[in-house]
Nanobody
Framework: QVQLVESGGGLVQAGGSLQLSCAAS????????MGWFRQASGKERDFVAS????????DYVDSVKGRFTISRDNAQKTVYLSMNNLKPEDTAVYYC?????????????????WGQGTQVTVSS
């Protein structure tokens, strides 16, 4: 099993940028596809982005397309979420997650390992 630790969250003004990182340890990181999810206060955990084990196939929720970029460095066992042009509605706790499944992986139920989350707050 892989263990995940997120970092990089914080408070930013609307239109600003943040980069989240998710460091993995334990089982072989390159065996896993990775995803980012977010959970706003009082709401369900929603899919944001995913990347396959090669880093070559990515998927995004429509609301972040063109603003967020997911990437991974298998040598560093790290996955990133670069967030630009942030909006107040992006405010949430952001979680990274790992899965050995392939194909479309946009449901939290498809993931077997989770980080503890990092808070992103976007002020208007």
């Amino acid at each position: 099993q892989v263990q995940l630790v997120e970092s990089g969250g914080g408070l930013v003004q609307a239109g600003g940028s943040l980069q989240l990182s998710c460091a993995a340890s334990g089982d072989s990181f390159s065996y896993y596809a990775m995803g980012w999810f977010r959970q706003a206060s009082g709401k369900e955990r929603d899919f944001v982005a995913s990347v396959d084990w090669t880093g070559g196939i990515t998927d995004y929720v429509d609301s972040v397309k063109g603003r967020f970029t997911i990437s991974r460095d298998n040598a560093q066992k790290t996955v990133y979420l670069s967030m630009n042009n942030l909006k107040p509605e992006d405010t949430a706790v952001y979680y990274c997650a790992a899965t050995r499944l392939i194909g479309r992986i946009d449901s939290p139920y498809q993931y077997s390992a989770w980080g503890q989350g990092t808070q992103v707050t976007v002020s208007s």
